[in-house]
């Protein structure tokens, strides 16, 4: 038996088959690489035949391949045509819009999300504050990666020589005073973010305007996207930062989550 919730929040019991949650553990089980039939049924606790029938039933179905020479199974490729079919109908912007309205109403401030494209940051859905005084932004609008809190938050997960490239193409081009605009300083900025899991533009591409963002990661481990929650610096101080901070990588996380991080499939997010 697992709980779920209903439109109203209110918990509820679902009947679930043991069956199909034993298949689902080893599918997720099996996305760290090939594994013995004994070493299976081991870590997930069954009992060996009730493995090899899980197994024997998803290899007929083509969602586990078993290696001839060594006998271990690992992932069929019916797996990477579910992730494909998923990703073709996967709209960002419908899975994050509630997060961003939640963000909102917890602090009262614009919140952005962004994706990036040919090496610039593009917001591509947005929520307005409250606040009379507010970020002043379009959806389509385009901007540098290295100065804005989006944009770092999604350099800082690239590989190293994508963002190489993108220094190249693009450049570091100075907006204020407190812009990055060294390769080095932009190492050291990243390395941060990754440690920390969140980008901050401290007044970096507009005087008077701060922000607060995170990466929004999807298969593979790349980075599909960001959302960021910016405001006026008289508002945006660095308690309430911290604050935005700590939801902002949770909000992050259970995007990421819908979007499937942690698997081991690549492909396109639709916006």
Known sequence: MARTRNKSGTAREINTIQSVERAIKILEYLCRGPVSLSELSRELGLHKSTAFGLLQTLVKHNYVHQEIKTGRYRLGYRVLALGGAFLEHCDLR????PYLQQLVDEHGETVHLVIMDDGQVVYVDKIDSPQSIRMVSRIGRRL???CTGVGKAI???LPEEK???IVRKRGLSRFTANTITTWEELNVELARIR???VSYDREEIEEGLRCVAAPLIGYGQYPVGAISVSGPASRMTEEKMSRIAGSLKKVAGEISQ???????LNGNIHI
């Not at 419908?94 to 819009?97: C, D, N, P, R």
């Open 195 to 197: 440690e920390e899991g």
């Open 163 to 165: 963002v190489r490239a």
């Open 258 to 264: 819908q979007l499937g991080a942690g698997m081991e």
């Open 155 to 157: 350099l800082a997960y």
């Open 144 to 146: 540098p990666a290295h």
């Open 94 to 97: 419908e899975i994050a819009s």
